[in-house]
């Protein structure tokens, strides 16, 4: 169901270019009265070109996208302690924005099926010649109080009309999924499983290869040569686009070295960018179809990142970045592992704001020092979701610093990348990040803000090396 909204206001047409809006302080920091969205937005290296606040709710958190529309979710009311204003229970839901002209998004209702009313992370969307998917899943149970084993729904959608998605089915799975990733084909959707503090969990599959009729392949954890199968608590998976490999975010597992750090008792290094790594694993069973399959290590980077990673490839050599996320000051931060030996992966580099360096932290709060460190206070520059502009020939990554921003950093030399922009809006920016190569338009959310159009100034793009974009392109 598509629930139908009046059109929202946008910014005015054809901005110009205005001057860099420098942040104050360190880089990353947010003055305590500046944690809220800023009546004019700090930045560097970028400009505005179009903006959709969404309701003017406040529980936006995952961005995803296909064709010419992105997608945006809402978090579960009152969860983990984030805000939710009482008049925006209604807002809820998946928000449907078509961004067909970047300098008036238009907000065309909202999803709010089982699995789509509070699908938080647990969201993703697919555009092939012939397929165009979007899948939502009601995080952590999809209601207050949900428990790890109540199952969670899940609503697949056809997209061909990427304005109007269309319910083909709505299906649950037998536990929990925490984020979700259909593969390349449109054809499968992965749901990682993730048993808190334990280290157990792994990936269930459905294929839906039939829109209309999801088919349960299981749950799987990792096969290791000596037959053994161990779990492994997943965070999010990117996928090659073969669908061969899968590379996961591992927040803990009695398999290659993932659990070095213990999660218990509960304190910052339980979830700390030195928690938990990167698993490669042999995917061809599921992709190929085979019977009885099976997901086999390939290899892990320990502290390579637990919470999302993506495939990179820098100067035809291949790379993941990944990070954790949240936690109190110094937070969590991207980092960036070599893959050319995939048994042996090898982290080369990472990237740091001024904030996620202890000397620059202030004392915990009584809130911070009560979750050991995990729940952040606002304002913290801390690592969410992080992207790359291109997969394939990757200049630009692409991070999102809750309080911090969106950090736009050159990672063309990855042993030392190097911070070239920002937009920081002042409230949290979360979820996946949008580059259109062809455009030049940046596409991302921030909790309180909405859907934000950037794209990168002219001298910029010069100095990146990156191609010029003539108007006709851009809009």
């Given at each position: 169901?598509?629930?139908?909204?009046?059109?929202?206001?946008?910014?005015?047409?054809?901005?110009?270019?205005?001057?860099?809006?420098?942040?104050?302080?360190?880089?990353?920091q947010?003055?305590?009265?500046?944690?809220?969205?800023?009546?004019?937005?700090?930045?560097?290296?970028?400009?505005?070109?179009g903006?959709?606040p969404?309701?003017?709710?406040?529980?936006?958190?995952?961005?995803t996208?296909?064709?010419?529309?992105?997608?945006?979710?809402?978090?579960?009311?009152?969860?983990?302690?984030?805000?939710?204003?009482?008049?925006?229970?209604?807002?809820?839901?998946?928000?449907?924005?078509?961004?067909?002209?970047?300098r008036?998004?238009?907000?065309?209702?909202?999803l709010?099926?089982?699995?789509?009313?509070?699908?938080?992370?647990?969201?993703?969307?697919?555009?092939?010649?012939?397929?165009?998917?979007?899948?939502?899943?009601?995080?952590?149970?999809?209601?207050?109080?949900?428990?790890?084993?109540?199952?969670?729904?899940?609503?697949?959608?056809?997209?061909?009309?990427?304005?109007?998605?269309?319910?083909?089915?709505?299906?649950?799975w037998?536990?929990?999924?925490?984020t979700?990733?259909?593969?390349?084909?449109?054809?499968?959707v992965?749901?990682?499983?993730?048993?808190?503090?334990?280290?157990?969990?792994?990936?269930?599959?459905?294929?839906?290869s039939?829109?209309?009729?999801?088919?349960?392949?299981?749950?799987?954890?990792?096969?290791?040569?000596?037959?053994?199968?161990?779990?492994?608590?997943?965070?999010?998976?990117?996928?090659?686009?073969?669908?061969?490999?899968?590379?996961?975010?591992?927040?803990?597992?009695t398999?290659g070295?993932?659990?070095?750090?213990?999660?218990?008792?509960?304190r910052?290094?339980?979830?700390?960018?030195?928690?938990?790594?990167?698993?490669?694993?042999?995917?061809?069973?599921?992709g190929?179809?085979?019977?009885?399959?099976?997901?086999?290590?390939?290899?892990?980077?320990?502290g390579g990142?637990?919470?999302s990673?993506?495939?990179?490839?820098?100067?035809?050599?291949?790379?993941?970045?990944?990070?954790a996320?949240?936690?109190?000051?110094?937070?969590a931060?991207?980092?960036?592992?070599?893959?050319?030996?995939?048994?042996?992966?090898?982290?080369?580099?990472?990237?740091?704001?001024?904030m996620?360096?202890?000397?620059?932290?202030?004392?915990?709060?009584?809130?911070?020092?009560?979750?050991?460190?995990?729940?952040?206070?606002?304002?913290?520059?801390?690592?969410?979701?992080?992207?790359?502009?291109?997969?394939?020939?990757?200049?630009?990554?692409?991070?999102?610093f809750?309080?911090?921003?969106?950090?736009?950093?050159?990672?063309?030399?990855?042993?030392?990348?190097?911070?070239?922009?920002?937009?920081?809006p002042?409230?949290?920016?979360?979820?996946?990040?949008?580059?259109?190569?062809?455009?030049?338009?940046?596409?991302?959310?921030?909790?309180?803000?909405?859907?934000?159009?950037?794209?990168?100034?002219?001298?910029?793009?010069?100095?990146?090396?990156?191609?010029?974009?003539?108007?006709?392109?851009?809009?």
């Amino acid at each position: 169901m598509l629930l139908a909204l009046s059109a929202t206001a946008a910014l005015p047409q054809s901005p110009p270019i205005a001057p860099d809006r420098l942040e104050t302080g360190l880089q990353g920091q947010s003055r305590s009265e500046e944690a809220t969205v800023l009546a004019r937005p700090y930045t560097k290296g970028v400009r505005v070109i179009g903006h959709e606040p969404i309701l003017g709710r406040d529980s936006n958190v995952q961005l995803t996208w296909a064709d010419h529309c992105a997608y945006v979710a809402s978090m579960p009311p009152k969860f983990l302690g984030w805000a939710m204003k009482p008049n925006n229970l209604e807002t809820t839901g998946v928000a449907v924005i078509d961004v067909a002209d970047p300098r008036a998004p238009q907000l065309t209702g909202l999803l709010r099926e089982k699995g789509a009313m509070y699908s938080a992370e647990t969201m993703h969307a697919v555009s092939v010649p012939g397929r165009k998917v979007l899948a939502a899943g009601a995080y952590a149970g999809g209601h207050e109080g949900a428990k790890p084993e109540d199952a969670a729904w899940l609503d697949i959608y056809d997209v061909s009309d990427c304005a109007h998605p269309r319910l083909t089915a709505e299906v649950k799975w037998p536990e929990n999924a925490h984020t979700i990733t259909v593969s390349p084909n449109g054809r499968r959707v992965y749901g990682t499983s993730i048993d808190p503090f334990t280290g157990k969990g792994g990936i269930q599959v459905f294929d839906i290869s039939d829109m209309a009729h999801p088919r349960y392949l299981g749950k799987f954890g990792l096969a290791l040569p000596d037959g053994s199968i161990q779990p492994m608590a997943v965070h999010e998976i990117s996928l090659s686009p073969d669908e061969r490999r899968i590379y996961a975010g591992v927040l803990s597992s009695t398999a290659g070295g993932l659990g070095s750090v213990k999660l218990m008792p509960l304190r910052y290094e339980s979830l700390a960018p030195d928690a938990g790594g990167i698993a490669i694993i042999d995917n061809s069973d599921i992709g190929f179809g085979r019977p009885n399959p099976k997901l086999r290590l390939i290899g892990t980077a320990p502290g390579g990142g637990w919470h999302s990673v993506m495939r990179a490839r820098i100067r035809g050599v291949p790379y993941l970045v990944g990070a954790a996320e949240l936690g109190a000051c110094p937070g969590a931060w991207p980092r960036i592992t070599r893959i050319s030996d995939e048994r042996h992966p090898v982290r080369v580099g990472e990237f740091r704001l001024a904030m996620n360096r202890a000397e620059n932290c202030p004392p915990q709060d009584k809130a911070e020092a009560a979750s050991h460190g995990l729940a952040p206070r606002l304002g913290t520059a801390t690592a969410h979701f992080n992207d790359v502009d291109s997969a394939t020939d990757t200049r630009l990554g692409l991070f999102n610093f809750m309080w911090g921003g969106l950090r736009i950093v050159d990672l063309r030399d990855p042993a030392r990348p190097t911070e070239v922009a920002y937009f920081k809006p002042g409230d949290a920016c979360t979820g996946h990040v949008r580059y259109l190569p062809e455009t030049g338009q940046i596409w991302l959310t921030c909790a309180a803000s909405g859907l934000w159009v950037l794209e990168l100034k002219p001298e910029l793009r010069r100095a990146l090396g990156l191609p010029a974009i003539s108007g006709a392109r851009r809009h």
